[in-house]
């Protein structure tokens, strides 16, 4: 009676769980599915011999995990094998390893500019002490770069100011004209400017001298036809635009500087 009731209560077991094993055995085929599959030499070439087109065979290459052995003699195998060339290309290819990554790092770098550092300048415009004044601005930019230490610290093509401290017309009686000036500041990489020193004096060519002798003994022999040597005007003072000068900086000045280094991360 007892062994009665165990086949039945075994039997019971049975008919409720038979709905789930179906579900089972699809779920564990589709694991199984889902897994990449690994190729190698031979199943490329048992792919090959199936008659399947080189791009059916090298879009399995791309979708797949891959161990090709792939030295000269397996190239040749593969060769004798009928793998078309662009297979195997394909396969060396997908065997290449990752290409590395890199990081950058912005770095920043406080730089020493020392006192008398050479910079060579350039005149944007014109300068005539006819047409300056005390106080005008004079614009220069930056010939070639600046290094310390392998770093750019004032580029080529930066700013530079000067002041002009005196301007002087030509005038008559032989009075040239005369222009001065002196640099202010340069424009560096970290976008400050440092003082920088250079003064420039310009002057026409004063012929007043001359001019006074020859007035007074022309006065003495043709009388005062000779005020006529009044009328004749010195020489402008002009500084032509592309003119360059050395200057330096007029102090020891500390700039921020951001460098980027390149980590390789593999």
Not at 150 to 170: F, Q
Request: with cysteine; glycine share 6%; charged share 20%.
């Amino acid at each position: 009676m007892k062994k009665h009731n165990l086949l039945t209560i075994l039997m019971v077991l049975c008919l409720a769980l038979q709905p789930f094993l179906p579900v089972h055995s699809a779920l564990l085929v589709s694991a199984q599915q889902a897994v990449p599959e690994t190729l190698t030499n031979s199943m490329i070439v048992e792919l090959t011999k199936t008659g399947l087109p080189a791009e059916v065979i090298i879009e399995k290459i791309k979708s797949s995990i891959v161990k090709f052995d792939l030295s000269a003699a397996d190239l040749q195998n593969l060769k004798n094998s009928g793998v078309a060339n662009s297979v195997i290309v394909a396969m060396l290819q997908a065997s290449r390893p990752p290409a590395a990554e890199n990081e950058n790092i912005q770095k920043e770098s406080e730089i020493l500019i020392p006192d008398g550092t050479e910079i060579e300048v350039q005149l944007k415009n014109n300068l005539s002490g006819q047409d300056m004044k005390e106080g005008d601005v004079v614009d220069l930019v930056v010939v070639r770069n600046i290094m310390i230490n392998d770093v750019v610290i004032i580029s080529e093509g930066a700013s530079a100011t000067a002041r002009i401290t005196k301007a002087k017309k030509a005038g008559y009686w032989g009075k040239s004209g005369k222009l001065e000036w002196s640099m202010s500041d340069v424009q560096t990489v970290a976008n400050r400017k440092i003082p920088v020193r250079f003064s420039k004096s310009v002057s026409g060519g004063s012929n007043s001298g001359s001019v006074a002798v020859g007035a007074v003994v022309t006065t003495v022999l043709l009388g005062p036809v000779g005020l006529l040597w009044g009328l004749k005007k010195g020489k402008k003072a002009t500084i032509p635009a592309g003119s360059k000068f050395s200057v330096f900086t007029d102090k020891d000045s500390t700039i921020t500087v951001k460098q980027t280094l390149i980590r390789n991360l593999e």
